[in-house]
């Protein structure tokens, strides 16, 4: 067995840290890293997302575009990586979950948007140690012209008037998700190409804009400045590996957040993995507060 301590002796700083924050930290303000990554299928890419956990053991991983119907969901598979889930899944597109480690608590499940009767399963939000997570699978809007456009800004102003209302209720609110909106010229690799666009339509990025004016901040913009920063690159042409991508994964944040708000990173390695996702996970790390 371990040695015993020396009477009086004081025990290491881990331990009491660990313990300060068991009975001091009140709920909400423990370190916490969120996460967002479209899997582009959870069927194909559960194996993936297993292993990227193992190697990043995070609080909280908001995953989009499950494509797999809500009973099928693998929750034995997520148990024994040690989380919970909580996920809002239809067949063959849409779906969304916010898995959760062991824990951290995970309360008030809210599937869908309050008062938006919409067929395609887009959004889910929960409580974790606090924090309103809000997991969101924007609506891609196919090209100008189609009627998937005009049903994407519809959306929008559903998800603007949702978000409000939790922002006036949570100080501690992160948005996370698939965007579907890269929110300015920098975040695609071809601005001229992608001009007026979907994903870099004006409408989108007004829409985007005033999600942050609700007091949101872009949280990788908190730290890095530079151009060609993606978190999805299409399966063709090499474009990864050639670097043409654009950013429209985001984790949006308040600013009580901002303030705990240590780093916030694209993680590019499961997108050379085999058989990957065509985005990539964005990580937000949060420090704890005495």
Known sequence: GAP?????????AAALFADRNRRRLPAGRIAMRLATWNVNSLKVRLPQVLQWLADNPIEVLCLQELKMDHPVFPLAEIEAAGYQAAWFGQKTYNG????????????????GMPGYDDEQRRVIAASVDG?????????NGEAVDSPKYQYKLQWLAQLEAYVAREVAQHADFALLGDYNIAPEDRDVYDAAAWQEQVLCTTPERESFKRLIGMGLSDSFRLFNQEEKQF????????????????RIDHILITDSLKARATACIIDKVPRK????????????????VV
């Open 96 to 111: 969304v979950a916010i898995l959760v480690k062991n824990g951290c608590s995970l309360t008030d499940v809210v599937a």
């Open 131 to 139: 924090v309103r997570v809000m997991c969101a699978y924007f609506v």
């Open 4 to 12: 015993a301590a020396k009477a009086g002796a004081r025990p290491g």
């Open 273 to 288: 993995w085999e058989r990957p996702s065509d985005h990539t996970p964005v990580v937000l790390t949060l420090r704890g």
């Open 231 to 246: 978190s999805w690159w299409d399966y063709r042409a090499m474009a990864f590996r050639r670097n043409l991508g654009v």
